[in-house]
């Protein structure tokens, strides 16, 4: 039997078995809750398949399987089946039931379906041992995983400005894969070619520039943590090897570390950019200080080439992989040696470490990904992704795994290590692989060069990304014509932007004329109160002035009779004078008195009559207001209207600013 990459023997297979018939028995007998245990129901079946090479006194391949201590404790490649019942997952499992080679028994057929189910039930109610035993409650082991978004820049994410056009080498097809690389938080990928990465837009699948790679051939390509970098590794064979930095915006090269006399496999970046790992045929790992390339650690560790270099996503270790099976994970500050990960059987072609920095994965010529729990140093996943061996693994945020592998395949695995995506097959064996910044696309090349962008959703949509695109003067007819047809759909767009922008200044100059005169009605309203207020007030004023001036007429009207009768028969001059003036007096404040009834009356007429104009002004003020209403709805509609007629004029003349900066970048290529 094999377990992971240890084979090992089966007995043969009895064409009948009495336990088998015991449990079918059982099964039409006993409570769909029944137990199914080690003991009672497991160990019979082993017994009858498999304990001639795995028991204690023969424990092919390190596994044991005639105790239940024995086989929890696993083989060689560690353990076979977990308590956290998933049968899909289990080692043993995916061998009787042949999901994985070597199949199990070796060289007959599976076992029967009723012994399939019974070690299927077993493990999927937690691998109880017996009668006694119940189920722990499902752990939580590395494989729990929340979803990060640590190292994204703030902004926008970053995205290139003004990359170089230039192709340094036209060939008529593109040599063997030997890098890919897909930003972070950016729709963005980097194919490496002859000396040169290329740039791609993942949604649209536009060639955005490249880089030159003047040393050679870049064999790794990654981007740093927070996007803004690209991290190649490579070189020419026995000539030259470094690794170079280059920023996202411009295409500049702003660091370069490494002078090796052979190629560059693989080089990574710490979280802030202040350290660079890198591997190659010299079996040394290498960390030099990427501000100023001084070597800081020279590791002899590795006894073959080191295929894998890659950083914790915290900086706190980094991890390196070698073409015999060799994993060492190292303290990235002193470099001493962390873990020795044993377990691979063949070539570690690819690391990558989840967002958490707590599980690291190697896909191996073995053809398996391991999952290893670095706090523990354990491998608590071992995935058969694909027959012949796997050439690259990564890690998306969400703790997926894509894969790629020499059986022409790349596939999508959930953070538990199940399948849930497959690409069609290739036509050459895949050699590298990664997967967008969402998610959404897989980006795989083989063999033959050929690269394909491939949607998550449905496999079977691909589109074509060439590492050797043709040079800029074949590019620029392209984009000349492309500028001619967005300026051809640029001219409607202006004519409709410009209309709207005029329907909403006559709007506009609507509303504002009415605001006008509702104002000025305002201004009049007020006007007519305080009319009204003054009336009012004059009125009341004179009410309540009555009352005295009708007293003291009282009392000069007493004086008149008093004079009068005091006149006798016979007055003199001077008393008739007297009476007189009395009257005088007496007439004078009657005349005041009617006057000030005469006021009363009219003011409470004009305050009438300021009341009735004062109802009309109000009332068209109303009338104003609702057309106002109308007018601002009409404003409103003019205005979603222009900011709908800009916003479409700007994404075309943003499109028609980006494509002229290009045709302006492959024109000095050209030259």
């Known amino acids: 039997m094999r377990f992971g990459n240890v084979f090992v023997c089966l007995a043969g297979v009895a064409a009948a078995s009495l336990s088998a018939g015991l449990l079918a028995d059982d099964a039409k007998t006993t409570d769909a809750a029944k137990k199914v245990t080690f003991e009672d129901d497991v160990k019979p079946i082993l017994r009858q ?4 090479c795995h028991s204690q006194s023969d424990k092919r391949g390190g596994l ?29 499992w995916q061998l009787v039931n042949h999901d994985d080679t070597p199949v199990m028994p070796p060289s007959q057929p599976k076992l029967p379906a009723e012994q399939l189910q019974v070690i299927r039930s077993w493990i999927e109610g937690g691998i109880l041992e017996n009668s006694g035993s119940k189920a722990k409650a499902k752990k939580k082991n590395a ?32 040599a063997a894969t030997t890098a890919i690389g897909a930003s972070p938080w950016a729709p963005l990928v980097a194919l490496a070619g002859q000396k040169q990465i290329t740039l791609y837009h993942t949604e649209t699948a536009e060639l955005l520039g490249v880089l030159p790679f003047e040393e050679g051939i870049p064999q790794s390509i990654r981007f740093s943590r927070d996007g803004q ?33 052979d190629t560059v496999f693989d080089a990574d970046v710490n979280d802030n950019m202040t350290r660079i790992a890198l591997g190659g045929p010299q079996r040394m790992l290498r960390i030099y200080d990427a501000t100023d390339g001084t070597l800081l650690f020279d590791i002899k560790k590795h006894t073959d080439w080191i295929y894998s270099v890659a950083y914790s996503p915290d900086g ?41 920095s707590n599980v690291l994965a190697s896909a191996s010529e073995d053809g398996t990904v391991k999952l290893w729990d670095v706090n523990s140093g354990k491998a608590i996943r071992s995935i058969n992704a694909g027959s012949g061996g796997v050439t690259a693994v990564q890690f998306d945020h969400k703790g997926q795994l894509v894969t790629a592998g020499k059986d ?67 590019r620029i007819g392209a984009v000349e014509q492309t500028l001619a047809s967005i300026k051809v759909k640029l001219t409607p767009l202006q004519a409709k932007r410009d209309q709207t922008v005029s329907g909403l200044q006559a709007a506009q100059k ?75 007096a007496l007439a004078t404040q009657l005349t005041a008195i009617a006057q000030q009834r005469r006021l009363v009356v009219q003011t409470k007429k004009d305050e009438a009559a300021l009341a009735g104009t004062l109802k009309s002004l109000q009332g068209d003020l109303a009338g104003m207001q609702t057309k106002r209403t109308e007018i601002e709805k009409t404003v409103q509609t003019a205005k979603v209207a222009a900011e709908q007629a800009e916003k479409a004029y700007a994404a075309v003349a943003g499109e028609l600013s980006e494509v002229e900066k290009k045709r302006q970048l492959l024109a000095e290529a050209i030259q």
Not at 49 to 52: F, Q, V, W
Not at 152 to 167: D, F, N, S, T, Y
Request: net charge negative.
């Open 49 to 52: 398949h498999c304990l001639n």
């Open 64 to 92: 044991a399987m005639d105790s239940y201590g024995a086989l929890m404790e696993g083989g060689g490649s560690g353990e076979v089946v977990y308590d956290d019942g998933d049968a899909e997952t289990s080692r043993l």
């Open 143 to 174: 494989l729990a995983f929340v979803a990060s978004t640590s190292g994204r820049p703030e902004g926008p994410p970053p995205m290139p400005e003004a990359l170089p056009q230039k192709v340094p080498v036209v060939t008529k097809r593109a």
């Open 229 to 261: 970098y690209l991290i190649a590794g490579g070189g020419e064979h026995s000539v030259k090897g470094i690794a170079a930095v280059y920023s996202i915006k411009n295409g500049e090269r702003v660091a370069q570390v490494g002078d090796e006399l």
């Open 316 to 356: 706190v270790l980094v991890a390196s992989g070698d073409r015999s099976g060799g994993l060492v994970v190292w303290e990235a500050d002193t470099g001493r040696q962390y873990l020795d990960l044993t377990g691979h059987k063949g070539a570690i072609r690819s690391l990558a470490w989840r967002d958490d």
């Open 408 to 474: 022409r395949k790349v596939r999508l695995w959930d953070a538990g290590g199940k399948q849930i995506k497959e690409s069609p097959a290739a036509s050459e064996a895949v050699l590298e692989v990664a997967i967008t910044h969402d998610s959404s696309k897989m980006i795989y090349g083989d063999w033959t060069g050929a690269v394909r962008m491939s949607a998550v959703a449905d496999p079977k949509q691909i589109q074509n990304l060439a590492a050797n695109p043709p040079p800029a003067k074949e």
């Open 510 to 584: 609507a509303l504002a004329d009415m605001d006008a005169k509702i104002k000025q009605q305002c201004e009049t309203i007020a006007k007519r109160q305080a009319e009204i207020a003054a009336k009012k007030a004059k009125r009341e004023k004179a009410i309540a002035g009555l009352p005295a001036l009708v007293s003291k007429s009282r009392d000069a009207f007493d004086s008149v009779i008093a004079s009068r009768v005091g006149l006798g028969n016979a007055p003199d001059d001077a008393a008739l004078v007297g009476t007189a003036n009395l009257e005088a």
